[in-house]
């Protein structure tokens, strides 16, 4: 298991844009990948799910990749989160 903490940059937390490329991505991965932040929890691979947390700007969020690719899975989601939110 592979789990890091985000702080939300954005300053409109993650919305409908990066929600659906954050699924997306998260959708290419065969771990079970999953988002908890603002005292929720969420399915990385659903779209309701994640907008569902309500993160905004300055709110961390913990990811937590498990499974065969988790390595990858958990990289390559801290690089879109550092580079979109």
């Keep these: 298991m592979k789990t ?3 702080t939300i940059t954005d300053t409109l937390g ?3 844009r990066p929600a659906g490329e954050l699924v997306a991505l998260a959708k290419t991965f065969a771990s079970r990948i999953t988002i908890a932040g603002n005292g929720k929890s ?3 691979k659903r779209m309701l799910a994640v907008m569902s947390l309500g993160i905004k700007q300055g709110h961390t969020v913990s990811v937590t990749a498990e499974g065969g690719d988790e390595d990858n899975a958990a990289a ?7 580079r979109s939110l």
Excluded at 76 to 82: E, I, N, P, S, V
């Design 76 to 82: 390559a989601l801290k690089d879109f989160l550092m």
């Design 14 to 16: 993650i919305h409908a």
């Design 42 to 44: 969420a399915d990385c």
């Design 4 to 6: 890091f903490d985000y």
